[in-house]
């Protein structure tokens, strides 16, 4: 099984915006709204940033946003901010037979 | 607040068993209605294992996993398990528990994870 296609790396200077993709097909992402985004720095657990697509979690900064469009859903950072270093993993619920959810392979993003 | 801690051996042989648990402590875990285990390779990304709910028993597996994996929650111990069967070096990842109040995605909390290397 394959997991959604993320790029490996993304980089920004302080203040900037970046955009991650994730393409996935339309049994997973294209297929309905269920895509999250995680933020995970080394040795922790994952942290909910984003789901269904663009809702945001009580307590996350409002400088994440996340959009969709076709197959591809997109995390944007804007005000790039040191702490913001991170992997960023999506994941979305594939419609199959059964049904599982399934992650990215995750993206690095890197501060200037 | 609902806090989750996995447990377990952090080396495993392979063909055998290995045997996780996460115990949930400042809530109940009828507190949340699904339990999910999730695991990382080193350097890689996640992959999702399985899933349970508290009330119905119900437990729904990824398909590459579901003939190795069992999933089970105690009430009475507060506490939800795993075990995988059979396991080779594939299966060396870090193991998290989580749950969620969301119903589309894992929004936690989450467990801080236990690494577990399959070696002889």
């Known amino acids: 099984q394959s997991a959604l296609t993320q790029p490996a790396s993304v980089s920004g200077s302080p203040g900037q915006s970046i955009t991650i993709s994730c393409t996935g097909t339309?049994?997973?992402?294209?297929?309905?709204?269920?895509v999250s985004w995680y933020q995970q720095h080394p040795g922790n657990a994952p942290k909910l940033i984003i789901y269904?697509?663009?809702s945001r979690p009580s307590g996350v900064s409002s400088r994440f946003s996340g959009s969709k469009s076709g197959n591809t859903a997109s995390l944007t950072i804007s005000g790039l901010q040191d702490e913001d270093e991170a992997d960023y993993l999506c994941?979305?619920?594939?419609?199959?037979?059964?049904?599982?959810?399934?992650f990215g392979i995750g993206t690095k993003v890197t501060v200037l | 607040q609902v806090q989750l801690q996995e447990s377990g051996p952090g080396l495993v042989k392979p063909s055998e068993t290995l045997s996780l648990t996460c115990a949930v402590s400042?809530?109940?875990?009828?507190?949340?209605?699904?339990w999910t285990w999730v695991r990382q390779p080193p350097g890689k990304g996640l992959e999702w294992i399985g899933e349970t709910h508290q009330v119905t028993g119900t437990t729904n597996y990824n398909p590459s996993l579901q003939s190795r994996v069992t999933l089970s929650l105690d009430k009475s111990k507060n506490e939800f398990s795993l075990k995988v069967n059979s396991v080779n070096a594939a299966d060396t990842a870090v193991y998290y528990c989580a749950t969620t109040s969301l119903s589309t995605t894992w929004g936690g909390p989450w467990g801080q994870g236990t690494l577990v290397i399959v070696s002889s």
């Open positions: 994941s979305s619920y594939r419609t199959s037979r059964p049904s599982y959810y399934v």
């Open positions: 339309s049994s997973d992402i294209g297929g309905h709204n269920y």
């Open positions: 269904d697509v663009s």
């Open positions: 400042g809530g109940s875990i009828t507190s949340r209605n699904w």
